[in-house]
């Protein structure tokens, strides 16, 4: 953390960075005034409204002037509330992990495992993460490797991921890279539709695919343990976030603990997913987010959803041309992790050149992969 600290430092006083872009009071102000855009796209425009209304609301919370709600302990008195969410939660890893876990009880892997070349599809579109990687890399020294690896997982298009991520590796561009990753995955309907015409033609995306086999509930009890044991064999680092989502998973598939089932995909991730909001807005103050690192995680960040997008598209136009059995190209820009908004977006640009093509379960191969 202090060699991070004295990295900034040091690319500030060789004038690649500004500490801030406004005064204090002034850039307090423009910062509840994001929390209060924040706010108005969840409410109004319904853009991921679960995190983007509790992160808004930290924000405005953070910035209020001399109330020190996200301030760390001082000699003698304890910190602000919101200090602890983050520091218990956030800086823990504990948040995204319980969230994982629901998401995992709420997740149908039927689709993929009909399908396992569509887990190709979700492979593809992560090129986006390492072309953002990349860049940041070679922004004047504005971003350290620990921050652009960060920048570069904006591109999954995965909430929790991201905020863990973030919080391991750059603590600092947290309330930035969040609130970046839930903008864009919010923003799916319009950033993809665009990317996906220009690659497609109209007769790929009107390819009709073969209705899916049916998965036993054998094959989905077994998946949760197989790819949990994969991950401890091949990327044990990883086992955390995939660990919990599994869990979540079996939990969901064995039918034989519903009430736990029940508890994760609702009270348990409904609680966690407030708290997790509002410490994420607490790193949102003014001297962490107005900055010009800022602006470049915004424009990283969507150049990985875009390119990530067009990949997932262009590998299913290779794999036609390799296969015999046809997949609609439009179910490849689902392999970008915006669950399950991503394959709707599929299907809804799908039906509009063939109206009984459906291609939402085909889509939810890659989104879940």
Same mark, same amino acid.
């Given at each position: ?7 900034? /430092? ?9 500490? $801030?872009?406004?005064? /204090? ?13 924040? &706010? ?23 910035? +209020? ?21 983050? $520091? ?10 319980? &969230? ?50 960060? +920048?570069?997982? +904006? ?7 991201? &905020? ?30 665009? +990317?996906? =015409? ?9 390819? /009709? ?10 094959? =989905? ?6 790819? *949990? ?5 091949? *990327? ?46 607490? =790193? ?9 690192? $800022?602006?470049?995680?915004?424009? *990283? ?5 875009? &390119?990530? $997008? ?60």
């Amino acid at each position: 953390m202090d060699s991070l600290t004295h990295k900034v /430092e040091e690319a500030e006083a060789a004038g690649f960075v500004k500490s $801030t872009l406004l005064p /204090e009071g002034a850039g307090q102000f423009v910062m509840i005034l994001v929390g209060l855009l924040l &706010i108005y796209l969840a409410i109004a425009k319904g853009f991921e409204p679960l995190l983007l209304l509790p992160i808004g609301f930290g924000a405005i919370l953070t910035n +209020i002037p001399m109330a020190g709600i996200a301030a760390g302990p001082m000699p003698g008195q304890p910190g602000g509330f919101l200090y602890y969410f983050y $520091t218990v939660g956030v800086e823990s890893g504990v948040f995204p992990l319980l &969230i994982f876990m629901g998401v995992g009880a709420m997740t149908d892997f039927g689709p993929l495992l009909a399908n396992p070349k569509t887990a190709l599809l979700g492979a593809a579109a992560q090129f986006g993460i390492f072309i953002a990687l990349l860049g940041a890399t070679f922004m004047g020294g504005l971003f350290t490797l620990e921050d652009a690896a960060a +920048i570069g997982i +904006i591109g999954g298009a995965d909430g929790p991921t991201a &905020i863990f991520l973030a919080s391991r590796l750059s603590p600092n561009l947290l309330g930035a890279i969040a609130v970046a990753a839930y903008s864009y995955m919010a923003l799916v309907p319009i950033i993809q539709p665009p +990317i996906m =015409k220009l690659f497609t033609t109209k007769a790929e995306r009107a390819i /009709e695919m073969k209705q899916l086999r049916h998965v036993s509930k054998t094959e =989905k009890i077994v998946f949760p343990l197989l790819v *949990l044991l994969l991950c401890l064999l091949l *990327l044990p680092s990883a086992t955390p976030l995939i660990g919990m989502l599994m869990l979540g998973n079996l939990m969901k598939e064995c039918a034989v603990v519903d009430r736990l089932s029940d508890t994760a995909q609702n009270a348990l991730i409904n609680i966690v997913t407030i708290m997790l909001g509002l410490a994420v807005g607490s =790193k949102l103050a003014a001297d962490k987010f107005l900055n010009v690192q $800022t602006l470049g995680i915004l424009g *990283l960040g969507l150049g990985a959803f875009v &390119i990530g $997008t067009a990949s997932g598209v262009l590998l299913a136009k290779l794999m036609n041309k390799l296969s015999k059995e046809q997949i609609n190209p439009l179910i490849g820009s689902a392999g970008v992790s915006a669950v399950p908004m991503a394959a709707r977006v599929s299907q809804v640009v799908g039906q509009k050149y063939d109206p009984g093509n459906f291609l939402l379960m085909h889509a939810m191969g890659p989104n879940v992969a």
